[in-house]
């Protein structure tokens, strides 16, 4: 899409192989795609600070030129108008993510009806991931392996094992 500028806002606490795969799709169809971390002091007590997910970003998208990382607070078509951006891009992964992305979509519209939200589907096998599970079952002990990125791996492992290698599995395997 000639000229177009994208932003794919999200919390990405942290990020996964699903956001990646996204940005990767984005970024083929974009001219630029601005990966906008939402900066929310009212959510729920993040695991990762917004500077640690948007350096984990910065060093995961080096590949593609033509992406961006940033951060923003407040309404999200104020800042899109703020940047001059075009679309809005949001992954959905099964029917149930519609409803919701439905309702921003429609609200993000109402509120700025020259910027149109776009829909991409993330690769069928990274389909049921979600940063929350990836929270849950790294805390919980379980192993998250090709699920993120080994460098996102390693920050879980920092944060949540503060350095420690984790547990070991009967299989040998390191958490
Ligand atoms: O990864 P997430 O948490 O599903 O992303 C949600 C996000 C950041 C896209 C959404 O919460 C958002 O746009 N927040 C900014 C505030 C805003 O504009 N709210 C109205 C959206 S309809």
Redesign the pocket.
Known sequence: MKGVIAIY????DPPTNGHLDLIERGSNIFAKLIVAV?RNPEKDSPLFTVEERKQMLTALTRPWKNVVIDSFE????DYARRLGAHALLRGIRAISDYEYELQ?AL??RKLEPQLETVFMLPAEKYSYLSSRLIKDVFQLGGSVRGLVPPLVEQKLHRKVNGGRPGLVRKTGESL
Not at 74 to 77: A, I
Request: aromatic share 8%.
């Open positions: 806002p999200g919390s990405f939402l407040g309404l999200l078509v921003m609200m993000n």
